[in-house]
């Protein structure tokens, strides 16, 4: 049975709308976001490992290699089996820090430009010709079913198909942030049509050819060597060595990685991939060697590479012939999309834009909209790679290996990673060191020969046969030497090289153990590192990053903080790190959001980062570390926990700690205001804290002030902390201690005002007698105007009776004011007489039986004045005359004198006998 090359192609075509409409439908919201977030969607993306090389080829590799075939699925299970220690720190670093593919960790890590190139030109000569793989299994399959030659337009379209579906489905987005929910749900469905058409092609292989389980036992009987191929070779085969391949291959191409971490939308869904992952693999395992003896039994005319389609042919039927060649057609498309995705990726953010950014002299107008452009175009230029490596291929077989030989490339990456995640001391000239090491072997051993047999290179020269390893397995033997060559650099150069200061940072910050920052932001508001950056990256991009930065922080326009600025420009790399990977994202943060390293750290900053670590560190510490940490977190809290407003500053007058009871009593919430200088605090705790803070004084009493609208008194009382490692000249920290005293300064004001209240009650009698002489007087008076005529004499009286009445108003308003003294008064300080205050006391003193019986001499001088609260100043007077009265015999003097003394003080005596 043969086909007609148009029905095959029609049903590619059609395959691949269905794909197109699929992805669209979930970019569009028509299909829910939750399938997206599924973690079985996540775990069927996953299954992009399994190329065509695995639907094909592992039915061909069974043949050779036996149940050898199993290591490139138990190396994946292995891997997804240490998801906690291995798949989850990548995970967390990648989201963390915006990572979008294998370059940029690198990168990331050993701090270094040619890190990143060298990864990234690393996997274009691995991967690339891995991808005309692709290519040329969907050609050799419609050869097969066809049993003609396949016009290599074919395979020019199919290429072109590919590159417009990763344009519009994995290239829609500038930001690593925004993932791509229509790539994802493709990927899953084409990862279920591989699994499905497999799953149909097994089932016939044993139930339509064989005649079901019995059947094969007894074909097994009769041909006992089948099942001796399968044991034979893993006694001596190369089965450690696949199964190392194959676990670097898990996580570490250039597609799994995009897969598992760069397109992972739940982070949680990756615990559910620990075990469905592998789950996955075997079931599309199970039907391998069932089609290998179908295959066998029944001479499907084909290379065992191509029983799959071979039986299906056998079967008479077209709708599963279809469902197989669509399944292998699948299994291509899948992989040249996703692996040309990462390496578009890689060769932007290391080839491409460091070169755009060092020669360009000015910002780009629109740089979201360039690197999508220039995205789009390395997406064609990878796939076309592809293509022109395929036609070599088609003229030179035997670069099939190349699979393998893409899995030896790809595993020169794992003593980086071994670094990167456990062994902090690692230095970026031990992994350049050993990658170029290891690389050089993996070029002469495996890729040059291969080169050579086909005809394409003549070196003349073979690596392995020098080596005396010409009996070996060129992948036993390349695999071998180049991690050999490539481990003993990378560690013997780190061992001998030295860290700088970033690589510091950087590994501390691979183990959650980031150092805390050094310097303060030179600019000083958001609206300044708009500013700066616009002349790196253009004005919209600035803002819009910016923009996102502070949504990120849940931070406002007008933060003027500098720890959480400094927050804002962590945030602002980090954000641009997925935009344009993460070392030109440093570069142009350094370059335009500048800090100043002069200037001391602030020691909020250092507590919240030494806080975070240990917050995160907590479980594994031990010993007397656990002990101590244990301390810290007591005595912390101890004093979040004082009834006592406490507000802690650092050195250079910055927030530190501002506890509970002092959020109580201003209303500033401490995480809000933790780092803020004092002098930038809401009034009146701006103005108040930082001069007190910068007097001499150790306490001050008493201080009446204005708290959300209500009149409160505190004292306030600090203590320096003084550092015993410092020099004498830098400035210590210091601990605010806050009381309230509004309560007991409310009753020391009532019981006052209670004891004026009798005060006045003892002063009743003379008051009555001041009054009754004056009113004696008024009614005398207006009795002899009654019959009085003479107008001299009437204006006379009238002024004597008007004199009397100011007197007693004298009096009862003398008496009101001294009787309304006790309460807190709320008019501001104002210039008083002296001498009017105490000729006021005077008046109330001589109410009192005793006061008439003094003499008072008030010798103040009248020009004398000071600012005060003129009612309570005479209630002081009041008090003092009252005191002398009670001291002195009837007819002593009492005398009250004032003089101007140094620096605007007065002094005041009052003297007696």
């Known amino acids: 049975m043969t086909f007609e090359l148009w029905i095959l192609f029609l049903a590619g075509v059609a395959y691949l709308l269905v794909l197109f409409l699929i992805a669209y439908a979930a970019e569009r919201g028509l299909i829910p976001s939750r399938v997206a977030r599924h973690p079985l969607t996540y775990v069927l993306s996953l299954g992009v490992y399994a190329t065509s090389w695995s639907y094909y080829g592992s039915v061909g590799f069974a043949q050779t290699q036996g149940y050898n075939f199993l290591t490139i699925y138990l190396g994946v299970t292995l891997a997804f089996a240490l998801t906690p220690v291995l798949l989850m720190p990548i995970l967390r670093l990648t989201r963390e820090y915006q990572l979008t593919s294998l370059a940029d960790l690198l990168a990331f890590r050993y701090r270094n430009q040619l890190t990143g190139v060298l990864v990234t030109l690393f996997m274009l000569v691995g991967i690339v010709p891995y991808i005309s793989l692709q290519i040329l299994a969907v050609t050799a399959s419609m050869r097969s079913l066809t049993q003609a030659a396949t016009p290599t337009a074919l395979a020019f379209g199919f290429c072109v198909t590919l590159i ?153 039927s077209g709708w599963l012939t279809i469902v197989a060649f669509l399944g292998g057609v699948s299994a291509a498309s899948a992989m040249m999309i996703v692996e040309t995705l990462a390496l578009a990726a890689m060769c932007l953010n290391h080839l491409v834009l460091p070169m755009s950014f060092l020669t360009r002299a000015a910002a780009y107008d629109n740089l979201y909209q360039r690197l999508l452009w220039w995205r789009r175009f390395l997406i064609a230029v990878v796939i076309l790679a592809g293509y022109g490596f395929y036609l070599l291929l088609e003229s030179n077989q035997g670069l099939v290996q190349l699979g393998l030989i893409s899995f030896v490339a790809v595993a020169q990456f794992l003593p980086g990673i071994v670094g990167l995640l456990f062994w902090s001391r690692a230095t970026r000239a031990g992994f350049i060191g050993g990658l170029l090491g290891g690389g050089f072997i993996w070029l002469f051993v495996l890729l040059a020969p291969l080169l050579e047999n086909s005809g394409i290179i003549h070196l003349g020269f073979n690596l392995q046969e020098w080596l005396g390893g010409a009996a070996d397995s060129p992948i036993v033997f390349g695999t071998f030497w180049s991690l050999a060559i490539n481990s003993l650099l990378f560690v013997g150069l780190s061992v001998c090289t030295r860290q700088s200061a970033e690589e510091m940072d950087a590994a501390r910050a691979c183990v959650r153990g980031a150092l805390p920052p050094r310097g303060v932001v030179a600019a000083a508001s958001p609206e300044q590192f708009r500013e700066q950056l616009a002349r790196m990256v253009g004005p919209q991009t600035a803002a819009r990053e910016v923009r996102q930065a502070l949504a990120d922080l849940a931070l406002t326009d007008n933060e003027r903080r500098p720890t959480q600025l400094r927050r804002l420009r962590e945030r602002i790399e980090r954000n641009l790190s997925g935009l344009v990977g993460p070392l030109l994202a440093r570069m142009v943060v350094n370059d335009r959001l500048q800090l100043d390293q002069g200037s001391r750290l602030a020691l909020a900053d250092t507590v919240r980062n030494l806080e975070e670590h240990l917050e995160d560190s907590r479980s594994r510490l031990q010993g007397l570390a656990a002990e101590l940490d244990a301390l810290r977190r007591y005595h912390r809290q101890t004093l979040q926990e004082l009834p006592l407003p406490v507000c802690s500053l650092g050195p250079e007058r910055e927030v530190v700690i501002w506890n509970h009871a002092m959020e109580r009593l201003s209303g500033l919430a401490g995480a809000e205001i933790g780092g803020a200088g004092l002098a930038a605090l809401p009034e009146p705790w701006g103005a108040l804290l930082s001069g007190f803070a910068d007097t001499r004084e150790q306490h001050l009493y008493k201080l009446q002030v204005q708290i959300r609208g209500r009149t409160r008194w505190l004292n306030l009382h600090k203590a320096a902390i003084e550092d015993p490692t410092a020099m004498a000249y830098v400035r210590s920290g210091m601990v605010i201690l806050v009381e309230d005293q509004t309560e007991r300064q409310t009753l020391e004001s009532e019981l006052a005002h209670a004891e004026r209240l009798a005060s006045i009650g003892r002063l009743a009698a003379g008051v009555a007698h001041e009054i009754g002489n004056p009113l004696t007087g008024i009614a005398s008076l207006a009795q002899n105007l009654r019959d009085e005529n003479d107008r001299g004499v009437i204006d006379e009286s009238v002024g004597l009776i008007q004199q009397q009445i100011r007197r007693i108003a004298d009096i009862v308003q003398s008496l009101v004011t001294f009787a309304h003294g006790g309460v807190p008064s709320q008019r501001p300080v104002a210039p008083v007489p002296l001498a009017d205050c105490v000729e006021e006391a005077v008046r109330l003193v001589r109410l009192s039986r005793a006061g008439k019986q003094a003499n008072f001499i008030n010798r103040c001088d009248p020009d004398i004045e000071l600012q005060g609260d003129r009612s309570r100043l005479v209630q002081v007077f009041v008090n003092l005359l009252t005191n002398a009265c009670d001291a002195s015999q009837p007819g002593d003097s009492i005398e009250v004198g004032a003089a101007l003394e140094a620096d605007d003080f007065i002094r005041i005596e009052v003297r007696d006998n």
């Not at 089948?226 to 044991?231: D, E, H, I, K, S």
């Open 164 to 316: 417009v579906f990763a344009i519009l489905f994995g290239a829609r987005h500038a930001s690593a942030r925004e993932k791509h929910e229509g790539l994802v749900v493709a990927i899953a469905f084409e990862s279920a049509v591989k699994l499905l058409a497999l799953a149909i092609v097994g089932g016939f292989a044993v139930f339509g050819l064989f005649g079901g389980f019995d059947g094969m036992e007894r074909w097994l009987a009769k041909t006992p060597d089948a099942l001796t191929q399968l044991y034979q070779p893993m006694q001596q085969g190369p089965w450690m060595t696949l199964l190392l391949l194959a676990f670097a291959a898990a996580f570490l191409l250039p597609r799994q990685f995009h897969m598992t971490f760069t397109e992972n939308i739940e982070p949680r869904t990756l615990g559910y991939a620990a075990w469905g992952f592998p789950l996955l693999m075997l079931l599309i395992n199970l039907p391998i060697v069932p089609v290998l003896w179908a295959g066998r039994a029944f001479q499907a005319g084909t290379n065992p590479d191509y029983y799959v389609l071979g039986i299906a042919l056998q079967s008479g």
